[in-house]
């Protein structure tokens, strides 16, 4: 057995584990196994991800006589469609699975939110194992059971909550990744810190090399990450209230993302976090709620890890301030002229805001836009 | 307001009324703004139902200031695909509907499954609101929250459970329903005396001419099947166990379905399950299960409302025994030559089998084959 940190997500009746560690590819079929005995299995992967992670996860299965059926896509947010939900579907019923059977997702956030939502519609609802591959799905979309797919009219706006049976989030994959999706995912970790846990925080500033070389620290970071996220999750299931938490920096983000149009070679989804977080601290000092040392200091270690953390520092033209306002009023519903944000009394202090003045945005957008 | 009967379908959180009587399509937007006050909504309806009553919903809506987008389909079976489903979640997002907001389905079980299901997709679950317009709906589909589509490889194998907020069960719209269609739907309000409810099978064969009329006893027979369908989910809400007494019928009844390839000139749902439950009866007899007398009780009253309810009563030529056997095992998964049945002990004595030998229920499709 690999020496795996286990994290509990409490939520009741769905409670399940999150196993953190190397090798955890290679013990799957005995951890699968000793949750959900005699299940017959369909793993869901992309084909990156395939062609270096499959033949260890399916030797995995093999040696607790698993053999899982296997849908394979292509890779890239284009996947998360009603065309490729309905592939996996298909591909899940013609292996002739029921309901108690489960869909395994090998894969980053892509392939996790389409086969979770996949497993919670065929038979309305089947057993479902997260087996993350990138940082990013290890620390955010395998917690919590969020699933779905993008619309032509906007991203994640369809899906259910379906939580996982089971995740193993193998702490060795991630040597695999390119460093800039592993700085990405890396933003995420931080996230924890800044929304109310100071300490780690500070411990990430101190250990973050470690985590970067795949030292103890890595699987330490992600564990904590996970439970912080589970905490926030367990307490507001279905996001109605507290898990808003979650989107810090995703305000700024989001319309950043928006604005460049989605194109990764200029920002992918944590980066563009990264100075949606800084940004948060900054228009938090900007307005009187917390200490432009606290701001700086987020800036330094975004810095430190080379994640960008200013507008100036995505590649290319940026539409102006009003433009991004307009992406941000699209995002979130604006409601008599005003935001909901997540705001920051300080490192590890983040509230959500509900009456952010849009005024106040745009005066802040057009002080930090880089033109 | 109407003079409605209310049966509360209780589900803890997800607890909702189903109210029955006259009007109440008049009176929607009265009903729907008292428990969702400020909703938004969007009704999905086809083509047919629209020509009928759309205009009635609607006018009963914006008497109480709403407006509700509005999202027509072809009518038929085949609607429940992911194509139309994709359209009708375009149709709510188009709409700029919020997870408060509500869906309104306006017609039978293809329109209600259907609806439901995108409800409970849109921004991962959205409020949903049942109008059925067919007898079979108001006691059958729009209780308990199963929702969904077809395959190609098989019906109803995609969905979600999701519960509506509210169920307006307009009895006057049911004097619109041919007279085939009625008494299809009358098959499943019988079901619910043969499962568990022997005096209300001895009063519907008293009452039964009143129901068809429209006399009081309608309102009075609709509310105790819906009383009766909601006690079996209340205690068995995502269907582990109890609630696969609902199927009693069912067995043979999609067997045969699927025997005449769901040509409706040939045999509706209700008929399948006329049919079969008379066959169940009938077989349970012949396990010594249950008396002779009970049979032909409920074979006579099937009779006298002018339902099939033997598979000579099927129009054309039927597959042999073995065949039919096969769509059983089909339907039903075969564990160790034994399958499940929903048997009974007599009217109102319905029980779970779970190990009928395949070969008794060959012997017995052999013997009352009408070839």
């Not at 700085?183 to 090399?209: C, H, M, S, T």
Request: net charge negative; aromatic share 6%.
């Amino acid at each position: 057995m690999s020496a795996a940190v286990t994290v509990e997500v409490g939520l009741g009746e769905r409670a399940y584990d999150i196993l953190i560690g190397p090798g955890l590819l290679a013990s799957a079929g005995a951890e699968i196994g000793k949750r959900l005995p005699g299940t017959r299995t369909a793993i869901v992967t992309d084909e990156n991800v395939a062609a270096v992670h499959l033949d260890t996860l399916q030797a995995g299965l093999a040696a607790s006589g698993i053999t899982p059926a296997v849908i394979t896509l292509p890779p890239g947010e284009k996947t998360k469609s009603f065309d490729a939900l309905q592939e996996v579907v298909d591909g899940v019923l013609a292996a002739k699975l029921e309901r108690g059977d489960a869909v395994i997702a090998l894969g980053g956030g892509v392939i996790g939110d389409l086969a979770g939502f996949a497993a919670g519609i065929v038979r309305r609802g089947m057993n479902f194992v997260q087996v993350p591959t990138s940082l990013l799905a290890q620390v955010d979309s395998s917690v919590g059971g969020k699933t779905g797919i993008n619309s032509p009219r906007g991203k994640n706006l369809v899906g259910v909550f379906h939580q996982p049976r089971l995740v193993l989030a193998d702490t060795g994959v991630l040597d695999t990744l390119p460093l800039r999706e592993f700085r990405a995912g890396y933003a995420e970790v931080a996230k924890y810190g800044l929304i109310d846990r100071p300490q780690f925080f500070a411990w990430l500033e101190n250990n973050w090399q470690d985590i970067f070389a795949g030292g103890p620290a890595r699987i330490e970071a992600i564990a904590e990450a996970c439970r912080a996220k589970a905490d926030v999750v367990a307490r507001d299931e279905f996001e109605t209230g507290d898990r808003a938490l979650l989107n810090l920096g995703h305000t700024f983000g989001h319309a950043l993302e928006a604005a460049t149009r989605y194109d990764s070679a200029r920002l992918v989804h944590g980066e563009g976090v990264a100075i949606g977080m800084a940004l948060a601290h900054r228009f938090s000092n900007r307005l009187n709620l917390a200490s432009p040392d606290d701001a700086a200091r987020v800036e330094a270690h975004l810095k430190a890890v080379g994640l960008p953390w200013r507008m100036a520092d995505i590649p290319g033209d940026l539409p102006d301030a009003e433009t991004l306002l307009g992406f941000i009023a699209q995002d979130k519903k604006v409601q008599r002229g005003a935001l909901t944000f997540i705001l920051t009394r300080g490192i590890g202090q983040s509230f959500i805001a509900k009456d952010v003045p849009t005024s106040e945005v745009l005066s802040f957008l057009e002080e930090n836009h880089p033109a």
